[in-house]
């Protein structure tokens, strides 16, 4: 399987009469745009704004972020179950505008109606400041401000106001149809030295049985009761993995991370220079019985065995019931003679002295740290400053407890509890400026 | 929480879906439950049904909480009683 990625540089975004890239300027007809989004019948209103890197911004109710990517060949269409078919994605050419976002900003009907969809608690995304936690900060933003249809259920509101932002992306991703790539990278995994380390990456991946929207899709599936599977990094980059629109929140990942997710990139650049790429095993975690997460990971281990894996990195997200299955697919590894690095945030708890995992193996004993979830604890809360200007709602409510006020958008802030409200504070793969410090 | 009211000389039988987490955090008797959503019962069976599956549990952590132990122990309606190791 063998995919180019070709980037088309954008340094600039403005509004105008046709849509398509003029040199590294993106334009785009406000019209054009809108009409497209309000194809969809569960979407009621959209407005679309410009927003600069580095401007002193607030973006709320963030629930997604896009890189523009589109299929040129090779089959299916990137973000594939939402744009286009469920057919297989990962070989050919994908176009991708470098240094531009497409970011969804959408309220919350079943919230303000009661129903305690506390998981669609207020987002936000600050383009500068010690906020600046995500890749907008350093790209031209082009910003959906999404009103969804006040009668439609919970699940039609997920996936319109995701699938509107992917739309858009593919169309804006669609102007480079034509013209030539500043630059190419090559993925693929050919067979190389052998003397070299095998390697398998373990995409820990949590679900939420009892939501409607269990948290986690594969081409546009829903995955829930599943076992673990094989995945070609590239189908990855051509964004079959994607979360539910929740971005901030702890168990949710944007599009922009599933595509450019730091671990599988890292591991297909270094192929045949200093590891041997087996490509990703998915890992459903957060079973919720003791035997689902045994067999769980017993298969992982069964299949990177297969694969005659030497190693393995894991990385997880959510909470300390889905670490237990990384832990015991650490230990299935190991018992396998596969060695294990596991990567996992650390929970230190109200000093930053405590225990920082839940749960560990004897054969855990080679553990990265990507920051600790509650660091505010020790070292006080995060402080964003006023901003001139903001994107989306200007009243926002950033405790999702029942009955919590609405501040204003415009004025100081402070991030406390589990940093949930802020897009990027949570940096499970690694991929930005989050990290540790030993002392 | 078990370890500190054991520690006061009170017996504690901890009911939960993941035994090997409370063994883990020195829990000292556990009792086997059903899943994390639902340690006491089978929300999808019928009411009969779950009513026994609610009634076998109480019951083993009864009968863990009469019972004298020198190292932690596993109580479980499928497995009985059994030591556990991580």
């Known amino acids: 399987m063998r995919l180019e990625l070709a980037d088309y540089k954008v340094t600039r975004i403005e509004f105008g009469a046709q849509t398509r890239l003029n040199g590294t300027t993106l334009i785009i007809n406000k019209e054009e745009i809108k009409g497209l989004v309000l194809s969809d019948a569960r979407i009621a209103d959209v407005d679309i704004h410009l927003v600069e890197r580095g401007e002193n911004t607030r973006i709320t109710q963030v629930r997604d972020i896009i890189e523009p990517r589109t299929k040129v060949n090779g089959g299916g269409q990137v973000y594939p179950g939402f744009v286009g078919s469920r057919e297989l994605v990962g070989q050919g050419t994908t176009n991708r505008l470098a240094g531009a976002l497409v970011i969804v900003s959408a309220g919350v009907p079943h919230d303000e109606a009661g129903g305690g969809h506390r998981q669609f608690s207020d987002t936000i995304v600050d383009i500068s400041g010690p906020g600046a936690l995500t890749a907008a900060s350093d790209s031209e933003n082009v910003v959906l401000v999404i009103k969804a249809d006040s009668n439609c259920s919970y699940m039609d509101y997920v996936t319109a106001i995701q699938s509107a932002g992917l739309k858009v992306a593919n169309r804006l991703a669609g102007t480079t149809l034509e013209l030539t790539a500043d630059n190419v990278e090559c993925f693929e995994l050919p067979p190389v030295d052998p003397s070299l380390p095998k390697v398998v990456y373990f995409l820990g991946v949590h679900t939420t049985a009892h939501d409607p929207h269990p948290g986690t899709t594969f081409y546009g599936l829903p995955l829930r009761e599943v076992l673990p599977f094989w995945v070609h990094p590239n189908e990855m980059i051509d964004g079959a993995f994607l979360s539910k629109p929740i971005i901030g929140s702890q168990a949710s990942h944007s599009a922009y991370e599933w595509a450019t997710h730091p671990v599988v990139l890292s591991m297909c650049r270094r192929h045949g220079k200093d590891i041997n790429f087996l490509g990703v095993i998915f890992q459903r975690i957060r079973y919720e019985t003791m035997e689902g997460k045994i067999l769980a990971a017993t298969q992982a281990a069964k299949l990177a065995k297969q694969l005659n894996a030497d190693g393995a990195v894991i990385t997880w997200y959510f909470s300390g019931n889905a670490f237990v299955d990384v832990m015991l697919t650490t230990q299935a590894c190991e018992r396998q003679g596969i060695k294990v690095v596991t990567m996992t945030p650390e929970y230190s708890n109200l000093t930053g002295k405590e225990y920082p995992l839940v749960f560990t193996v004897p054969e855990a004993v080679s553990v990265v740290s990507t920051g600790n979830c509650q660091r505010f604890q020790s070292e006080g809360p995060i402080k964003l400053p006023a901003v001139d200007k903001v994107v989306g709602a200007e009243e926002i409510k950033l405790d999702p407890s029942p009955g919590a006020p609405k501040m204003s958008a415009y004025g100081e802030f402070e991030i406390s509890y589990l940093l949930r409200p802020l897009v990027g504070a949570i940096d499970k793969w690694g991929a930005r400026k989050v990290t540790t410090r030993e002392y | ?86």
């Open chain 2, 1 to 86: 929480m078990a370890k500190e009211i054991e520690r006061v000389g009170i017996p504690v039988a901890l009911i939960t879906a993941l035994e090997l987490l409370a063994l883990h955090h020195g829990a000292n008797r556990v009792v086997k439950g059903v899943a994390i959503p639902h340690p006491c019962g089978e929300p999808e069976a019928s009411a009969e049904d779950d009513l026994k599956v609610r009634r076998t549990i109480i019951d083993l952590a009864l009968e863990a909480l009469q019972t004298e132990i020198v190292e932690p122990k596993v109580f479980a309606r499928d497995f009985g009683v059994y030591t556990a190791k991580l």
